[in-house]
Each structure stands twice: as structure tokens, then as C-alpha cells.
Nanobody, 117 residues
Framework: VQLQASGGGQVQAGGSLRLSCVAS????????MGWYRQAPGKERELVAT???????DYADSVKDRFTISRDGAKNAVELQMNNLKPEDTAVYYC????????????WGQGTLVTVSS
């Protein structure tokens, strides 16, 4: 499975960005998809996931601001980020795995999101 992430950029606090991740290859092994992020000097953290039943889950820090969605026709998962804050600045990575019991097996290349105050 190959994951191609896009949509990062620079925005002012309060603004919005939309990230997209398109899966190719053996996509039937990537039913559970999600987004991680890593800020400078910090560990990678889970931001949002979408399970095989299209049930979303979010980190507390992004609840009510970020929305994850799946486009099955495109084998893609998107992350709509609203009311962005400077602390959201990070490299965002798309990830995928077979199911919730699997490790995050597939990773995209990362896309940088910079939020200025």
C-alpha cells in the first residue's frame, strides 16, 4: 500500500486547511486509516482515525475543530482542520492498517502544516 498525502500549507490562526491522503496498491489491507502529527521536538501523536465502519475518533486536542472523512471511491481519507491554532503546527502523516488490532503498517510521506499567530 502506498499513501500519498497532500494539502499542507501555511495559515493564520483561526484559518482552515484540508488534508487528503490517497491510498493505492492493496487497499483492502488498509481499512483503518488515520492521521498523526509530529511537532518540532515532540513525539508523534495520533490526531484522528477512521475505522473500517467509518466511525471517527479524535484526539481531545482537536475535537470539535477537525473532521476526518473517507471517500471510498477514491480510496482516500481527508482531514478538515478548522479554527487552527499555532500549536497545531506540525508535520502531518497519513497512516493505514488492516484493522484496529493491527499495527499502523503503512505511512505517507508527511505534509507540513504551519499556523502563525
Amino acid at each position: 500500500v502506498q499513501l500519498q498525502a497532500s494539502g499542507g500549507g501555511q495559515v493564520q490562526a483561526g484559518g482552515s486547511l484540508r488534508l487528503s491522503c490517497v491510498a493505492s496498491g492493496s487497499v483492502f489491507t488498509a481499512n483503518h486509516m488515520g492521521w498523526y502529527r509530529q511537532a518540532p521536538g515532540k513525539e508523534r501523536e495520533l490526531v484522528a482515525t477512521m475505522d473500517s465502519g467509518d466511525v471517527p475518533d479524535y484526539a481531545d486536542s482537536v475535537k470539535d475543530r477537525f473532521t476526518i472523512s473517507r471517500d471510498g471511491a477514491k480510496n482516500a481519507v481527508e482531514l478538515q482542520m478548522n479554527n487552527l491554532k499555532p500549536e497545531d503546527t506540525a508535520v502531518y502523516y497519513c497512516a493505514a492498517r488492516l484493522n484496529e488490532r493491527d499495527v499502523w503498517r503503512y505511512w505517507g510521506q508527511g505534509t507540513l502544516v504551519t499556523v502563525s499567530s
